[in-house]
């Protein structure tokens, strides 16, 4: 029977006929839908498409900057959209006809036939483009992206001073970079850090340096005239921050907007070149500039990610020249994410793919993380490689250029990296500091692992080096000489060197010679301190009397050689235990015990006061250079 909705007396049928649904009564009739009308005649609806979709595609190259070029996925993409707009315009212009799903489809195919074959065309080429691009088939040629030589450790990674060595990892320079703008009022409330820092060799030390960016879109407003005034510069060594002013602003950079966003700036002079991340470089001159690595495919369409030459744009006048052959002040021009994955190609496939999955002879892999290091004038990225039936050891490490790829692999089977740090934190563990990732260095022909040491504030505190093949052989100090000394004793207290090799100079020390041009006294915790300056110089160099009792009768003019630590802060220098005096005419000497004496650039002679020879020049009106020549000590 038919059922009814009993509503207390209320009568539905009242509002439309709406009742309980009794099929007896008559079902309104469908209305017949009538086909939209046309707009003009054909060619009057193609302008119009094709209008419509030139508006759409200039809006999206322009704000998505797709690549036109076969081996970018953008491209298809894009390619897609346009056709995708030129069908639904065809449509809303022509009007549909027909019903459901193969009426429309037919509609479709009718009215955009070369837009459905470009679309048909979009997916062979993708699916050709992917299989000729296939790891599982193309392996051997994954395996070749990354050309390796073998090298020998002892021989060819020599001992460099510490003054190439980079101290402080990113985060750390971020911390001083925001510390060092926060002191410059006219800065902070008007533009932040960018936060990539390069690591680059500028002028012989390995810096660290970022371009400035506008706080916010109206302060980018208020201030693009001008452009960014500066960037910053952290000394990987010394640890200090600096905010270079230029003279005129930079007005291409990663922070801009509109035609002067850098990427836009790129895609608009070079549309068909794909391009990895721009990096922020100086030259030697202090000009800022971004280089940009020309990114190609070299297996299939769309695999084998590599390198081509880079364009470098000028930061300020957005001037841009692309090079195949990079200058060699350019010193990022290959990521180091990139190295380490053509290196996992060669790794895993130079036995073949089904040697990678079943066997797994020779199979090797990068380990996790990597750091720099300044070799020359150039930055080389290092990481440890394992093997992949391993857990806590690595059987070598690569170097790779990072302006040329050239790559260097060392077998030193030894401790990893996580497991060097796990061994120096374990040496501090009652400061909490945290290690960073570690460099492999030569010390005394033993591959060490050198990491820095930081506490809760993201600053250095102390630095540690452990030993790669021994890693229970660790040794920590608040400077890296004290470090470095501690290790060298430490490694002969193994055996591991002679003990003639465990004394050696603090590689952080320097030397200068010169004339004396200013001296002040001062006494600091009961010590009598001497502070001069050299002629030419602004730095004051520190001696204490107690160490050094030829500080009491150092006069202006007196040529001295000085050996002294680097890396000290606040403009004084404290100079070494070694200070050369030479007498300057009309200037004669006093009596000097127990310290070395010598004419500059002569080797000094030490003696005690006991031990004071006879023949020791006497304070008299003699001029220096007689006193000096007929009383030698011998």
Request: hydrophobic share 40%; glycine share 10%.
């Given at each position: 029977?038919?059922?009814?909705?009993?509503?207390?007396?209320?009568?539905?049928?009242?509002?439309?006929?709406?009742?309980?649904?009794?099929?007896?009564?008559p079902q309104?009739p469908?209305?017949?839908?009538?086909?939209?009308?046309?707009?003009?005649?054909?060619?009057?609806?193609?302008?119009?498409?094709?209008?419509?979709t030139?508006?759409?595609?200039?809006?999206?190259?322009?704000?998505e900057?797709?690549?036109l070029?076969?081996?970018?996925?953008?491209?298809?993409?894009f390619?897609?959209?346009?056709?995708?707009?030129?069908?639904?315009?065809?449509?809303?212009?022509?009007?549909?006809?027909?019903?459901?799903?193969?009426?429309?489809?037919?509609f479709?195919?009718?009215?955009?036939?070369?837009?459905?074959?470009?679309?048909?065309?979009?997916?062979?080429?993708?699916?050709?483009?992917?299989?000729?691009?296939?790891?599982?088939?193309?392996?051997?040629?994954?395996?070749?992206?990354l050309?390796?030589?073998?090298?020998?450790?002892?021989?060819?990674?020599?001992?460099?001073?510490?003054?190439?060595?980079?101290?402080?990892?990113?985060?750390?320079?971020?911390?001083?970079?925001?510390?060092?703008?926060?002191?410059?009022?006219?800065?902070?409330?008007?533009?932040?850090i960018l936060?990539?820092?390069?690591?680059?060799?500028?002028?012989?030390?390995?810096?660290?340096?970022?371009?400035l960016?506008?706080?916010?879109l109206?302060?980018?407003?208020?201030?693009?005239?001008a452009?960014?005034?500066?960037?910053?510069?952290?000394?990987?060594?010394?640890?200090?921050?600096?905010?270079v002013?230029?003279d005129?602003?930079?007005?291409y950079?990663?922070?801009?907007?509109f035609?002067?966003?850098?990427?836009?700036?790129?895609?608009?002079?070079?549309p068909?070149?794909?391009?990895?991340?721009?990096?922020?470089?100086?030259?030697?001159?202090?000009?800022?500039?971004w280089?940009?690595?020309?990114?190609?495919k070299?297996?299939?369409?769309f695999?084998?990610?590599?390198?081509?030459?880079?364009?470098?744009?000028?930061?300020?006048?957005?001037?841009?020249?692309?090079?195949?052959e990079?200058?060699?002040?350019?010193?990022?021009?290959y990521?180091?994410?990139?190295?380490?994955e053509q290196?996992d190609?060669?790794?895993?496939?130079?036995?073949?793919?089904?040697?990678?999955?079943?066997?797994?002879?020779?199979?090797?892999?990068?380990?996790?993380g990597?750091?720099?290091?300044?070799?020359g004038?150039?930055?080389?990225?290092?990481?440890?490689?394992?093997?992949?039936?391993?857990?806590?050891s690595?059987?070598?490490?690569?170097?790779?250029?990072?302006?040329?790829?050239?790559?260097?692999?060392?077998?030193?089977?030894?401790?990893?990296?996580?497991s060097?740090?796990?061994s120096?934190?374990?040496?501090?563990?009652?400061?909490?500091?945290?290690?960073?990732?570690?460099?492999?260095?030569?010390?005394?022909?033993?591959?060490t692992?050198f990491?820095?040491?930081?506490?809760?504030?993201?600053?250095?505190?102390?630095?540690?080096?452990?030993n790669?093949?021994?890693?229970?052989?660790?040794?920590?100090?608040?400077?890296?000489?004290?470090?470095?000394a501690?290790?060298?004793?430490?490694?002969?207290?193994s055996g591991?060197?002679?003990?003639?090799?465990?004394?050696?100079?603090?590689?952080?020390?320097e030397?200068?010679?010169g004339?004396?041009?200013?001296?002040?006294?001062?006494v600091l915790?009961?010590?009598s301190?001497?502070?001069?300056?050299?002629?030419?110089?602004?730095?004051?160099?520190?001696?204490?009397?107690?160490?050094?009792?030829?500080?009491?009768?150092?006069?202006?003019?007196?040529?001295?050689?000085?050996?002294?630590?680097?890396?000290?802060?606040?403009?004084?220098?404290?100079?070494?235990?070694?200070?050369?005096?030479?007498y300057?005419?009309?200037?004669?000497?006093?009596?000097?015990s127990g310290?070395?004496?010598?004419?500059?650039?002569?080797?000094?002679?030490?003696?005690?006061?006991?031990?004071?020879?006879?023949d020791?020049?006497a304070?008299?009106?003699?001029?220096?250079?007689?006193a000096?020549?007929?009383?030698?000590?011998?």
């Open positions: 029977m038919p059922f009814s909705f009993d509503f207390g007396g209320f009568d539905p049928s009242a509002f439309g006929g709406f009742s309980g649904g009794d099929a007896s009564q309104r469908k209305r017949e839908r009538k086909p939209r009308k046309a707009i003009g005649n054909a060619f009057t609806r193609t302008l119009i498409n094709l209008g419509v030139l508006l759409f595609g200039l809006g999206y190259f322009y704000f900057l797709p690549a070029n076969f081996h970018a996925e953008e491209f298809y993409v390619v897609f959209l346009l056709c995708a707009v030129y069908c639904v315009c065809a449509v809303l212009t022509s009007g549909f006809q027909g019903e459901g799903v193969k009426g429309y489809f037919g479709v195919k009718k009215q955009c036939t070369i837009p459905f074959l470009v679309l048909v065309a979009l997916i062979a080429a993708i699916i050709i483009g992917g299989l000729t691009s296939w790891v599982v088939i193309r392996a051997g040629s994954y395996s070749k992206l050309s390796i030589k073998d090298g020998d450790f002892a021989s060819e990674v020599e001992e460099i001073s510490y003054n190439q060595i980079p101290m402080l990892d990113e985060d750390s320079a971020a911390r001083l970079g925001s510390r060092k703008l926060g002191e410059l009022a006219d800065m902070v409330s008007q533009f932040e936060p990539s820092y390069t690591q680059i060799n500028y002028q012989g030390r390995p810096v660290r340096v970022t371009s960016a506008y706080g916010d109206v302060k980018w407003f208020t201030n693009r005239s452009g960014l005034p500066a960037y910053l510069i952290i000394d990987m060594v010394t640890q200090e921050a600096e905010v002013r230029l005129e602003g930079m007005k950079t990663t922070a801009e907007h035609g002067r966003y850098l990427p836009r700036h790129l895609r608009f002079h070079y068909t070149y794909m391009f990895a991340d721009p990096v922020f470089e100086i030259n030697e001159e202090g000009e800022p500039y280089v940009c690595p020309r990114m190609v070299t297996i299939g369409l695999g084998g990610t590599d390198i081509q030459g880079a364009v470098l744009v000028n930061a300020v006048t957005g001037e841009s020249q692309y090079y195949e990079v200058p060699n002040w350019v010193d990022h021009v990521d180091a994410n990139l190295i380490m290196y190609y060669y790794g895993m496939y130079h036995n073949g793919f089904i040697n990678s999955i079943f066997g797994q002879r020779d199979v090797t892999h990068t380990t996790e990597y750091n720099y290091i300044a070799i004038d150039d930055v080389y990225m290092y990481t440890g490689v394992t093997s992949v039936t391993s857990d806590q690595n059987i070598g490490f690569i170097l790779s250029n990072q302006r040329t790829k050239e790559t260097h692999f060392y077998s030193v089977a030894g401790a990893t990296e996580a060097a740090q796990a120096a934190m374990s040496q501090v563990q009652q400061m909490r500091y945290v290690a960073t990732f570690p460099l492999l260095l030569n010390i005394a022909d033993q591959p692992y990491m820095s040491l930081k506490g809760e504030d993201g600053l250095v505190k102390m630095y540690a080096m452990v790669v093949q021994q890693y229970n052989i660790v040794e920590t100090g608040s400077t890296v000489a004290e470090c470095e501690n290790y060298r004793r430490a490694l002969a207290d591991l060197i002679s003990d003639g090799d465990a004394e050696a100079v603090p590689s952080d020390q030397e200068i010679s004339a004396i041009a200013e001296i002040r006294t001062a915790d009961g010590d301190y001497y502070f001069f300056r050299l002629e030419g110089g602004e730095v004051f160099y520190a001696i204490n009397a107690a160490e050094n009792p030829v500080a009491v009768i150092l006069n202006v003019g007196d040529q001295v050689d000085v050996l002294y630590r680097t890396g000290e802060s606040g403009g004084i220098l404290n100079a070494g235990d070694q200070v050369t005096i030479a300057t005419a009309g200037e004669g000497g006093g009596i000097l310290t070395s004496v010598a004419r500059a650039g002569e080797t000094p002679v030490t003696f005690t006061p006991e031990e004071a020879p006879a020791a020049p304070e008299t009106g003699q001029p220096a250079e007689d000096a020549s007929s009383n030698q000590p011998t």
